[in-house]
């Protein structure tokens, strides 16, 4: 398949302006966050900038690398670039950025209503699933898939739902943290139930549900999201579909995209109630007191 690819060209592989945009982030993060600050408030730690750059590292492998191209030719990857898009990469940037950045991002007069509203628990967690399983709609993702603005614009708004939710579990400053241990490991439980619906959508179905990968009219259109114009008038007209690139049948394709997504799901949720539940354990456990003072008995 890789072969077969090369014809799509360098840009449309590796999309240099969004590795642009990527390095862009990373120089204001260490503009910001790094050792040239005059004071310590601010500063990122080592194990922030590790976040941080792995978090952006992996946004450029989802949507700057070959995998975005890959995701408008086979469904599984479509579901692999959702999965580390909306489930990883908030995680990573929100646990790489100080607290510092965090507040003075927060506090803006705009920013502060939106996000006092967007992170609330309950909402955010029906806001992001519910608009995430929306997307997946044949109907909607097809109307999505035929317009750059209208799929730049639900891939950012889903982004951001993700981020407002994630920062019910990892909260950047003590303001954020409306919810307990317990609790964060009960929302973290109900995320994965209410984006299952969807997952079974897709992998019980028998048919193929869009038409961006069935539809050689539909299929371009989507292609043209990531492809310049020039290189797909450029293609032979016997170019039309998926089918080109991969022999796994479409409905099959489908199926492997709705299990890639509640496997990779599962193991994400998984390590993060694990992650919480052990934080929180290790915690209690420090602040344990011996409630039996030792006492030192003199003998006569």
């Not at 976040?51 to 692999?80: C, E, N, Q, R």
Request: hydrophobic residues 50%; proline residues 7%.
């Amino acid at each position: 398949m890789w072969l077969e690819l090369q014809i799509f060209g360098f840009r449309a592989l590796w999309s240099p302006y969004y590795m642009m945009f990527i390095l862009g982030l990373v120089f204001l993060y260490f503009y910001l966050t790094g050792p040239g600050r005059k004071t310590e408030e601010g500063k990122a730690s080592t194990p922030q900038q590790i976040m941080f750059l792995s978090g952006v590292t992996l946004l450029y492998i989802v949507k700057g690398s070959p995998v975005d191209l890959l995701s408008h030719i086979m469904f599984a990857a479509h579901m692999t670039q959702m999965a580390l898009y909306y489930l990883l990469v908030p995680i990573l940037i929100i646990k790489g950025v100080p607290l510092e950045v965090w507040r003075r991002i927060a506090d803006r007069p705009i920013i502060r209503p939106v996000l006092k509203v967007l992170t609330r628990p309950l909402l955010a967690l029906i806001l992001f699933n519910g608009i995430f399983s929306m997307y997946h709609v044949p109907v909607v993702f097809d109307f999505a898939k035929s317009s750059e603005v209208v799929h730049a614009l639900v891939s950012t708004t889903i982004l951001f739902l993700a981020f407002c939710m994630w920062v019910s579990v990892f909260p950047p400053s003590k303001s954020m943290d409306r919810l307990s241990p317990i609790l964060k490991i009960g929302f973290i439980f109900a995320n994965g139930v209410l984006i299952t619906p969807a997952c079974a959508l897709i992998i019980f179905s028998e048919v193929p549900l869009y038409d961006t990968y069935t539809q050689s009219g539909a299929w371009l259109e989507a292609m043209s999201l990531c492809v310049p114009t020039g290189i797909l008038e450029g293609l032979p007209n016997s170019l039309s579909g998926p089918g080109f690139f991969t022999s796994m049948p479409i409905v099959e394709d489908q199926k492997l995209g709705g299990i890639i997504m509640k496997i990779t799901q599962e193991i994400i949720f998984s390590a993060i109630m694990g992650y919480v539940f052990f934080s929180w354990f290790n915690k209690d456990e420090r602040n344990i007191v011996d409630p039996i003072p030792e006492t030192t008995y003199e003998h006569s």
